[in-house]
């Protein structure tokens, strides 16, 4: 299918690819193989940019990505960011976006399990009028059953606690147009973020794909279980006030049975055959409430934390060094 592109001026479409490393030694030339055979092969017609973004990296990923630069590389541009320390996924993406004027940007894993083959799909789409492409996953082949049920359980408890519907197994391959990147670059900047989540509630015209995740070619992978807890967690807090309504519930109910104990103790002290001991009462009544008391504490915790964080004005990330 021959592919017709709005032009920048007189100048072919330009495209920038930013790529998030933390680790990837062992698979990192492999992806470059990859990308630049889908350049060569279905982005011809395009202006592409590579933008390694290395999220403070502690193997030889930087040495492997400045190899890439000293190649000819056939008129690929080949960007290099380098954080200082490790920020995390998230900011890595956002450095990517900042540090780009393209028309298109695509944001994608350096692990291969983001398909490059599905970026011709992505443009099509483009080329149909869509500004934000969406990529959801239906199946990864190296993951188990706990990992799978644990992402599919992720995004179940997104849905019933946020106040926003977000697309079932939403990943963070996806494309951008150049306004909507522009509004990133000014807007939606906070410490805690959650950018899969950001691009669907922009407004924009907006559409998903299906992919299928292969098994990684090479290392291993360096998402853990924790670091999907404290994804939901961004998630969650970013997007919803309802864990404050439902610690309020909570709150209520307490009350409720609180003055229905008290009641039924005063009834059976007054008018009962004997007194209650109190010994069983109060300790069911202690354990309960202590505990709902410690939940609610933890979720004003959670939201006072994130508020700190977005006070304090930190920047999401620092860049040790940009090379092109």
Request: include cysteine.
């Amino acid at each position: 299918m021959k592919l017709n592109y709005p032009k920048t001026t007189n100048s072919k479409t330009s495209i920038s690819l930013i790529v998030s490393v933390f680790n990837e030694e062992e698979v990192l030339s492999n992806f470059w193989l990859a990308i630049k055979s889908t350049i060569k092969t279905d982005l011809i017609d395009f202006d592409c940019q590579v933008v390694f973004v290395n999220d403070g990296s502690s193997d030889k990923s930087q040495s492997i990505i400045n190899g890439f630069m000293k190649e000819d590389n056939d008129g690929i541009r080949v960007k290099s960011i380098e954080f200082s320390t490790n920020f995390g996924h998230e900011a890595a993406m956002i450095a990517g976006i900042d540090n780009t004027d393209d028309d298109i940007v695509i944001c994608m894993d350096a692990d291969l399990q983001h398909p490059p083959s599905a970026i011709k799909h992505m443009l099509e789409k483009y080329n149909e009028g869509f500004e934000i492409v969406l990529m959801n996953r239906t199946k990864r082949h190296d993951k188990k059953f706990f990992s799978n049920a644990m992402s599919k359980l992720f995004y179940v408890v997104i849905d019933l606690l946020s106040d926003t519907h977000f697309e079932k197994n939403a990943s963070d391959f996806f494309m951008i147009s150049k306004n909507v990147s522009t509004v990133l670059k000014n807007e939606y900047r906070e410490r805690n973020r959650f950018l899969r989540g950001y691009i669907q509630i922009l407004g924009f015209n907006i559409t998903t794909l299906e992919f299928e995740a292969p098994a990684r070619s090479a290392g291993k992978s360096n998402y853990s279980f924790k670091s999907l807890l404290k994804l939901a967690s961004t998630a969650i807090f970013a997007f919803s006030n309802k864990p404050l309504i439902i610690s309020l519930a909570f709150s209520l109910l307490f009350l409720l049975f609180s003055l229905g104990l008290m009641i039924f103790s005063l009834i059976v002290y007054f008018f009962g055959d004997t007194p209650p001991s109190g010994y069983t009462t109060l300790i069911m009544f202690q354990s309960i409430g202590f505990t709902i008391l410690c939940f609610l504490i933890s979720i004003l915790s959670i939201y006072f934390g994130k508020s700190l964080s977005e006070l304090r004005d930190r920047p999401i990330y620092l860049i040790k060094s940009i090379k092109q």
